[in-house]
């Protein structure tokens, strides 16, 4: 069967600057993938080309088989994407926000309330559903944007950062979460904290100036004697080939 994810050859400029520079992977159902890379490597600009919110400038980018640039209505249907920093509306409350974003994903009535319910619990956001967004802690409304990607149960889930700004307890239940949904649909998470990849990631894809460097499972990156964290300094710091 084929990949829920697959990027081909995607590639973005931004004028004479490269941010993604031929990148392919793909990404099955029942696997984590942690997209790595120092700041500014290409790691959000792929996922936003994934999500339609900023349009290639070559390759392909297909959800669960539908192209995001010819077909994206189809593509946005099947996935849940968890953009950096916090939802948009900071005046709305956690509840309208989400049955404001459920209403957009077609939802009406009594199922429109069950997803957010089940949005709501997913994320343990029930002692806070009716507090404005903007009142939130940094964790809490990263919390909000995580129930969003959710809402509608997506088969393929792209996630950027998601435990950014969470309190080692929310960390925890954030990645068992990730752990729990994993079987049934396809992840991609940005991430730079490497114990989170050996926690949650069921492989590893390294990406520095545009261009992945390694993709391959957590333990086959470590090497005798190294740790990840080693691992990755290694691949991202190197000197560059010439192009
Ligand atoms: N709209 C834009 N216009 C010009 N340059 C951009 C734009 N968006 C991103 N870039 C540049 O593209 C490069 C990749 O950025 P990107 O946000 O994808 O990196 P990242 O790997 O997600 O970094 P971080 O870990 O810091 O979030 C950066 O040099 C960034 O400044």
């Known amino acids: 069967m084929a990949a829920l994810i697959e990027i081909e050859r995607l590639t973005k400029r931004f004028g004479a600057f490269t ?17 790595l890379g120092p700041n500014g490597a290409g790691k959000s600009t792929t996922m936003k080309m994934l999500a339609g919110f900023v349009t290639p400038t070559a390759g392909t980018a297909r959800i669960c088989g539908k192209d995001v640039v010819d077909h994206p209505v189809a593509a946005k249907r099947s996935l849940g994407y968890l953009p950096e920093g916090a939802p948009t509306y900071p005046e709305m409350t956690v509840s309208a926000f989400l049955a404001f974003c459920a209403r957009i994903r077609g939802y009406r009535g009594i199922e429109l309330g069950e997803r957010v319910e089940d949005a709501v619990q997913l994320t343990q ?27 509608h149960d997506p088969p393929v889930l792209v996630l950027d950062e998601p435990t950014d700004g969470l309190d080692p307890n929310q960390k925890h239940e954030v990645r068992q979460l990730i752990r729990r949904m994993a079987p049934e649909k396809a992840i991609l998470i940005s991430t730079h904290i490497l114990e989170e990849v050996e926690a949650v990631c ?10 992945v460097l390694a993709d391959a499972t957590p333990k086959a990156l470590e090497q005798p004697g190294k740790t990840l964290d080693q691992v990755f300094r290694e691949l991202t710091t190197a000197p560059r080939e010439a192009a």
Do not use: M, N
């Open 19 to 35: 941010a993604v520079d031929d990148v392919s992977f793909t990404v099955g159902r029942g696997e984590v993938v942690g997209f």
């Open 125 to 151: 956001l029930e002692g806070v559903r009716l507090q404005p967004i903007e009142t939130l802690s940094k964790g809490f409304k990263r919390r909000v944007g995580l129930a969003q990607s959710l809402l």
């Open 202 to 211: 069921t492989r590893a894809i390294v990406i520095a100036h545009g261009r």
